[in-house]
């Protein structure tokens, strides 16, 4: 056990000299985790200032509505007008409009035309002019607007839904229906009939649907509001980061442990084995202190990824600490044999890492590290089961997400030592066979 | 004090260690002479239980060897015919790591550590990391790698290839301060100059097998000549090839010819044809015969190609 201690304290000595290494197991994957996390989950990834040529060519009181919820909402900057050639600046018309988009001045110019929302308007009208080149963008620009309007101005579809009654059911019925309706919101919701009724004449600030008991005056804000809640354990706060945390680390974890088991070839051919083992040393002395050398380093890996994952985007890794230690120590072992297993059955450090490297990225694509493993095609999916990366991936997702106990990860746990027993069994027999040391 | 009996070693592809018995007594420098190929660097991997061997056995100090003896290893030190040394880590590391593995106790070690390194002139240079230390230097430290756990036997296996005369000389003058001091020493080399100024017996071994063993003046004996004769490279010598021809096998050396009597030659005679030609004594050099005149006799081939 002595030699064993002085083996390993010997591995720790020589990475610590190693400063690619060491970066590679710990800096690159901090940053990798801080950019991927910061787009796929960041605490703050819904884009500000997208920059919009605005025209307004509507009187109604609906589009200023909109026109005022676009200027003050943080998603986008209007630009009104436009300073020509002589250095004056003018007001947008159409032409101008889009010629200043055309430019890629802007990535879209939004224009409410005349007849926005009339009086006998069914639906509201928007119109848009962009340049196919920003496909991308628009499709974010629409989400944001829509979204918009439905959280800022909901009744824009009650009245829409008015105007719609009277133009399908006729005049008459569609008043009555309307009126009907009316009657029963201003009955549960306290609201005076003649403002439900008469949604165009008046001003549609926010104080104008709420003006009796504040309980009830959400009936129009609430009706197209997205309250997303989760459904499952307790509340996390950056689902998305902790997949990134998690898949980057798997991921350097499988790197480091592949280069630390083919650091074997290196001290084979600098004759440092040779030395070794004309010492009181044997070579099971060796194996073992590469095992458990490995293990403790992608423990304290994994151990330090997390916690950066925690300070960058507060992913809680404290309140189910030690059921991710058990999924950490798994995850670390059955990497550790991933690593040695290649130092068994290749020829040259340069092979085992060229295989490696292939692996690994395969395996994190396929096991979920990048991205969820439902996106994946069916067939792929069964591949996935496969891979250490996917069980360790579920395992910390459970612990972190669902805030899974021991009894739950225990089949991750359980598989994944699993894989490592029996790739260690096969890798050790390999080791005995060859001649690497 | 080490016993060799009967060893074979086979690879798949050459038997590297054919029947080869040695026996080397305490407190003896002894040399294994013989050119690439030859198995020495296998004989050594055996004699630190690094390999086993297909048949024979082999007992240092009484204890046999083989892979599953750790113990016996703490008698015997190996210098590995590479610099097997981290490159990234401090002369002084390094030691303390190899040192770690013979489970010396701290205190011990750091002494034992400034000892060896001021030994081989490397302690005011410890803390420097090994890749920047000159060829002399890396290999000097691969001796007091070995020397950590003061060991009785030492085995060299060609510890100064790539270094420069006045570091072979440093290493010499130590290796032989370490015999005096009682170490046995095996010392493995393909330079005959090597073996015969270091080793006081020595084995030739060719292809595996051992062709002879003995003391240097021993082994010469074994030639059928008492002496060589160098002749100068020059213009009085270069048009009378054949005539030194006739005293027997001329060999071209790089500086000069090696003559090699035939049995029965007289060096009255060939002293007389040298006056009769007009040759200047002074291109002509008499010498004991060497360690290399010996390989070639014995194998028809040179040490080194
Ligand atoms: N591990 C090995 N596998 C196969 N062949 C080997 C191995 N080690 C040495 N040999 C072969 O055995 C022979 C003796 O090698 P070696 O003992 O290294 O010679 P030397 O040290 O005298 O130069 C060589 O032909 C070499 O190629
Ligand atoms: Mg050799």
Redesign the pocket.
């Known amino acids: 056990m002595k030699t064993v201690l002085s083996l390993i304290k010997r591995d720790y000595i020589l990475y610590w000299h190693d400063k690619p290494a060491v970066s590679l197991t710990f800096l690159v994957p901090i940053v990798l985790i801080y950019l991927f996390g910061s787009i796929f989950g960041g605490s703050n990834n819904t884009p500000t200032g997208i920059k919009l040529a605005f025209i307004n060519n509507s009187d109604s009181k609906i589009a200023k509505k909109l026109e005022s919820v676009l200027d003050t909402t943080k998603a986008f900057r209007l630009v009104k007008n436009y300073t020509d050639d002589k250095g004056n600046t003018v007001a947008f018309d159409t032409n101008s409009v889009k010629d200043y988009v055309k430019k890629g001045n802007a990535i879209a110019a939004l224009v409410l035309p005349k007849d926005a929302f009339t009086d006998t308007s069914t639906s509201f009208r928007i119109k848009f002019y962009y340049d196919p080149k920003n496909e991308m963008e628009m499709q974010v620009v629409e989400g944001l607007l829509q979204q918009t309007i439905m959280s800022q101005m909901p009744n824009v579809f009650m009245a829409s839904m008015q105007h719609k009654a009277e133009t399908y059911l006729g005049m008459d019925k569609g008043m009555s229906f309307n009126r009907k309706i009316a009657s029963l919101v201003s009955e549960y919701y306290g609201i005076d009939t003649a403002k439900i009724l008469k949604w165009t004449t008046y001003n549609f600030s926010d104080s104008a649907m709420s003006d009796t008991s504040k309980s009830k005056a959400n009936f129009f804000s609430d009706l197209l509001q997205l309250d997303k809640e989760q459904v499952v354990g307790k509340e996390i706060n950056n689902p998305n980061a902790t997949r990134s945390v998690g898949g980057w680390a798997m991921m350097f974890l499988l790197f480091a442990l592949t280069g630390s088991s083919t650091s074997l070839f290196d001290d084979n051919k600098s004759g440092v084995i040779l030395r070794i083992l004309s010492a009181p040393v044997s070579r099971v002395h060796i194996l073992w202190s590469k095992y458990l050398y490995n293990i403790s380093l992608g423990c304290i890996q994994l151990a330090v990824l997390f916690l950066a994952g925690s300070v960058f985007f507060g992913v809680d890794i404290f309140s189910n600490v030690f059921n991710l230690i058990l999924i950490i120590i798994a995850a670390a072992a059955a990497s550790t044999a991933f690593g040695m297993l290649l130092a068994s059955i290749s020829k040259t450090a340069a092979q085992a890492n060229g295989l490696g490297t292939f692996l690994i990225l395969t395996m994190s694509a396929v096991g979920g590290a990048w991205f969820p493993t439902f996106i994946l095609p069916p067939f792929v999916q069964v591949f996935s089961k496969f891979t250490i990366v996917y069980w360790s991936m579920e395992g910390f997702l459970d612990v972190l997400w669902r805030g899974a106990n021991t009894a739950e990860i225990l089949p991750y746990v359980g598989i994944l030592l699993g894989i490592a027993a029996v790739v260690n069994v096969f890798s050790v027999w390999r080791f005995k066979k060859g ?1 690497l040391f | 004090m080490i016993e060799i009996k009967s060893i074979t ?1 086979r ?7 054919d029947n080869v018995s040695l026996h080397i007594k305490e407190k003896e420098f002894f040399g ?1 002479l ?12 055996l004699l630190i239980g690094y ?1 086993d061997a297909d048949e024979g056995e082999i007992f240092v100090d009484k204890e046999k060897v083989t892979r599953s003896s750790l113990n016996v290893r703490k008698k015997i030190g190996l210098v590995p ?1 590479s610099i097997a040394l981290y490159d990234d880590v401090s002369a002084y590391e390094n030691l303390q790591i190899f040192g770690s593995l013979y489970g010396i106790k701290k205190n011990l070690l750091r002494a034992v550590i400034a000892e060896n390194l001021n030994r081989v002139q490397l302690y005011e240079r410890r803390k420097e990391i090994v890749k920047n230390f000159s060829g002399g230097m890396k290999r000097r430290l691969n001796i007091a790698a070995s020397l950590l756990h003061n060991p009785k036997v030492l085995l060299c ?2 510890p100064t290839v790539g270094v420069d005369p006045q570091s072979r000389n440093a290493i010499f003058d130590y290796l032989l301060k370490l015999n005096e001091e009682g170490k046995t020493i095996i010392y ?1 080399t ?1 330079y005959m100059e090597e073996a015969e100024r270091l080793c006081s017996r020595l084995a030739i ?1 060719d292809f ?1 097998k051992i062709i002879s063993a003995g003391s240097v003046s021993e082994l010469l004996k074994l030639l059928p000549y008492e002496q060589t004769i160098l002749i100068s490279k020059n213009k009085a010598t270069a048009g009378k090839l054949d005539l030194f021809k006739l005293f027997g096998t001329l060999i071209n050396e790089q500086e000069n010819y090696e003559l090699k009597p035939d049995s029965g030659i007289k060096l009255s005679g060939f002293f007389k044809a040298l006056e009769d030609n007009n040759i200047d004594y002074g291109s002509i050099d008499i010498n004991r015969p060497t360690l290399e005149a010996l390989f070639l006799h014995l194998t028809g081939r040179r040490l080194r190609d």
């Open positions: 001649n | 070693k690879f798949p592809s050459i038997t590297a260690l294994l013989g050119p690439n190929g030859a198995g020495k660097s296998t004989l050594m991997n390999l015919q296996d060609e493995t393909h071994i595996g």
